[in-house]
């Protein structure tokens, strides 16, 4: 989705709950700032990773130290693209409406828990669920 095309006439779209209305353009701008930020961020952990592998020295103790540093510069450039997804998902909703309802039951995420993670899909409620489930569904030795 190109956000250059999202509509920005309504300066302040607020979802109401009860007494308490969500100021969703606060929200939008935050998620839009870790959109750059993320980015960013994974182009420039793709170059290091990169960088590592054409500037190492041409010993193996250099190149295995050299291929150690860019398997890490890759893999946070893994998870930072996660996280670019699940931020440019919550644009989505914020663009169709939905942004600050949990997918899962459409009730409303608690304030708290979009400050401290804006991408969210999800009530804090389901969640620990989630979480619990996954748990229980990881392997162990």
Known sequence: MSFDVVPYLIALHSV??????????????????????????????TDQGRREF??????????SVAD?????????????ADVLQQVR??????ADGT???????????EEQRLEAVP????CLKHAQRRE???ASKTPTL
């Open 54 to 63: 054409i500037d190492s020295a041409h010993d193996v103790g250099d190149a």
């Open 89 to 94: 998902d919550a644009l989505d909703r914020v």
């Open 68 to 80: 150690e540093v860019a398997s890490e510069q890759f893999a946070e450039a893994e998870n930072n």
């Open 132 to 134: 619990v489930a996954a």
């Open 16 to 45: 109401a709950s009860g007494n308490q209305i969500m100021n969703i353009q606060h929200y939008k701008q935050r998620l839009l700032d870790l959109e750059k930020d993320l980015a960013a961020r994974i182009g420039q952990e």
């Open 119 to 122: 991408w969210t899909p999800y």
């Open 99 to 109: 942004f600050g309802t949990c997918v899962v039951d459409g009730g409303r995420i």
